[in-house]
Nanobody, 126 residues
């Protein structure tokens, strides 16, 4: 499995932007689909966005569609989550996750992602 390290979290005012990064190391990054999930205090972890290996297909939760963009740089073994028009309800710990054999189909279920980062805190003030 790959090792994942997230960065880029922080405190931002409502309406602001942040870009999260997730750097992969260890096993080759080749073929991995990637996802972002988040967990707010007192709530279950939820899907945010996913992208296949080539970057040619993405998926978003309805709550972030039109505001967040997932992308990846396979040469740099890094996946990004650009978050615009942030809302207080976006406050959560954001986790990066990796899924092997992610060449074609988008999958958003937590159980199919075998590698997880430690998370990065995003706090949006009103």
């Amino acid at each position: 499995q790959v090792q994942l390290v997230e960065s880029g979290g922080g405190l931002v005012q409502a309406g602001g932007s942040l870009r999260l990064s997730c750097a992969a190391s260890g096993r080759t990054f080749s073929g991995y689909a990637m996802g972002w999930f988040r967990q707010a205090p007192g709530k279950e972890r939820e899907f945010v966005a996913a992208i296949i290996w080539s970057g040619g297909s993405t998926s978003y939760a309805d709550s972030v569609k039109g505001r967040f963009t997932i992308s990846r740089d396979n040469a740099e073994n890094t996946v990004y989550l650009q978050m615009n028009s942030l809302k207080p309800e976006d406050t959560a710990v954001y986790y990066c996750a990796a899924r092997r054999y992610g060449y074609i189909n988008i999958k958003i279920e937590e159980a199919v992602f075998g590698s997880w980062g430690q998370g990065t805190q995003v706090t949006v003030s009103s």
